[in-house]
């Protein structure tokens, strides 16, 4: 069973910028897609922003031109580099894989546990 472990949440002002890692604990990137994904307070998750085997990359309309989703395959690594930050970025956000390709946002399962972002 792969384990993904997100790090690099925290809180920022308005305007700022974080940088989103979620690491596998195996090397899947030649197997599986990796996508992230984010839920605020009382709603449900969203996708945001997925990479699939080859490097393709989809990012959600809400948040295009703002967020980009990158990996490094040799450390088993997926970013999400998120740049002028709005509040309404405010949520626990999560990766996800999906095996071999993707179609859909629910095609994306074994979560990790999250990484809280506070934008004030």
């Known amino acids: 069973h792969v384990q993904l472990v997100e790090s690099g949440g925290g809180s920022v002002q308005a305007g700022g910028s974080l940088r989103l890692s979620c690491k596998a604990s195996?090397?899947?990137?030649?197997?599986?897609?990796v996508g992230w994904f984010r839920q605020g307070f009382g709603e449900e998750p969203d996708g945001v922003a997925a990479i699939d085997i080859d490097g393709r990359t989809s990012v959600a309309d809400v948040v295009k031109g703002r967020f980009t989703i990158s990996k490094e395959s040799g450390k088993n690594m997926v970013y999400l580099q998120m740049n002028s930050l709005k509040s309404e970025d405010t949520a626990l956000y999560y990766c996800?894989?999906?095996?071999?390709?993707?179609?859909?946002?629910?095609?994306?399962?074994?979560w990790g546990q999250g990484t809280q972002v506070t934008v004030s």
């Open positions: 996800a894989t999906a095996y071999r390709s993707w179609t859909s946002w629910a095609d994306f399962g074994s």
């Open positions: 195996e090397s899947i990137y030649s197997r599986f897609c």
